[in-house]
């Protein structure tokens, strides 16, 4: 099913408010993981999108690459194709609908269904047929590294500090798997709700190196319920990112606004939208 392909106009027979209403009932399911599927569509719409390079203009959400070989398989991609398969029926139902379209559009439905900010929405993507089109491995942040690697993957897509900073946020939502990217552990205590407790936790937490096995990351030292990755600490260490966390931790108000914008930006990366396509700005259900 998955080379199934929607392009050009095929978009413009979709009543997308429907298509709204049906990904967010497919959020909720009390046997996976923390009752949401929420934040693993979250996943999906932004490692959709940030494998776009400005340079070369090649990566993003449009061709919807990242659910063929060897794209899917990139260890930065694990676990994405629980998402992806939560998601096929919606393909069969609305058949006009392109990959790209769904998966972003994914993104959007759970950050404002799990009590984000609204974010602005534009259809038009095209499905490629093949894996012709797949970005190479390593566009993606590794999560082991620091400030550098971070501004090297973010500045690559077209963002600043103060983007990568609101965008980062997004990791109040859901945990890490220790089958999926190796790390373990939610963020904070509600990661099915989208709140500014990223930078709330990062800065008022003591975090201490985790003794286990696995890779390496942090815990919080009270309680040992909470994880930071170490690319997650890089936004406490270098003070071009603090002062955007602090600002954040401080004002929710300014997080959700910030985080709207950034986020909108990262799932259009290298999409050529035509010019009479609506920008939605849906009504959240609940
Ligand atoms: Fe992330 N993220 N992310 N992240 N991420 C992981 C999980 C989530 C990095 C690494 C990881 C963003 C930026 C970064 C989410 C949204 C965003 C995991 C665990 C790793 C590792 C995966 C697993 O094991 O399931 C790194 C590194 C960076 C930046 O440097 C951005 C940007 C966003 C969205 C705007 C969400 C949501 C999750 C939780 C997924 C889940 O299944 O619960």
Redesign the pocket.
Known sequence: PSDQQATGDSWRKVDFNKVYKDIAGLLEDEDY?DGSYG??F??LA?HAS?TFDTKTKTGGSNGATIRFHPEANHGANA?LDVARKRLEPLKKKYPNISYGDLYTLAGVVAVQELGGPTVRWRPGRSDDKSDQDCTPDGRL???AQGADH?RD?FYRMGFNDQEIAA??G??A?????SS??G?EGPWNAS?TTFTNYFYTELLEDKWVPKKWNGPFQYVDKQSGQFMM?P?DIAFKTDSQFRKHVEKYAADQDAFFADFSKA?AK?LELGVKFPADAPVYEFKTLE
């Open positions: 993981d934040p693993v979250v996943r932004w940030g676990g942040p590794d999560a971070v993957i965008l980062v997004a990791h939502l859901g945990r890490c798997h999926r990217s790390f990661p990755l690319a986020f990262l």
